[in-house]
């Protein structure tokens, strides 16, 4: 019916394998260039996660100082009965401080009094408090206890701020 000029069997033909040939090896390299650039992704987000991490960690640390701390009973209990509410209550900020202040005699300035409070968190003085809940023998002892350190001492610490500040 129609007069067309191909070969019988084109497919089979040495062009349409050639060209096939090519086809095939255009795909395998778009699949090793997509494979390599998974690869390459993954690296950079590993690396990315690993800086996330290693820059984040110390938030999730604090310092800790050992202080010599002076359970003084009558600042404890000032009316002399061991209750929960006495103990509960009791000023621990002032047994923190007159520590401090046993430790660094020296130190009579005002200014440097403040200086010298804010090496110490503001939470260490209900540590304290939890430390004499969790065990009423230390009323009337000294001990050697783990406080927080205040901001700018973890942070010198971690060496997030320069050590020499004038």
Known sequence: MTDINTPKN?????????R?????????RFKYFGLAAV???????GILLVSIISKGYPAFTSTQLAIEVNFDEKILI?????????IYSANYGKI?????????????????KR????????TARFELRDIVLNNNNVIGTKQTVWLTAGTDVDLLHKNQIPRDVD
């Open 10 to 18: 084109w497919q089979n033909s040495s062009q349409t394998q050639k």
């Open 20 to 28: 096939i040939k090519r086809r095939y090896r255009a795909e395998k």
């Open 39 to 45: 690869c390459i992704a993954l690296v950079m987000l």
């Open 78 to 86: 000032p009316d002399g009965k061991k209750n929960y509410e006495a």
């Open 96 to 112: 923190l401080r007159q520590s401090l202040f046993s430790v660094f005699p020296e130190i009579t300035d005002r200014k440097d």
């Open 115 to 122: 200086s010298l409070i804010k090496l110490i968190s503001k």
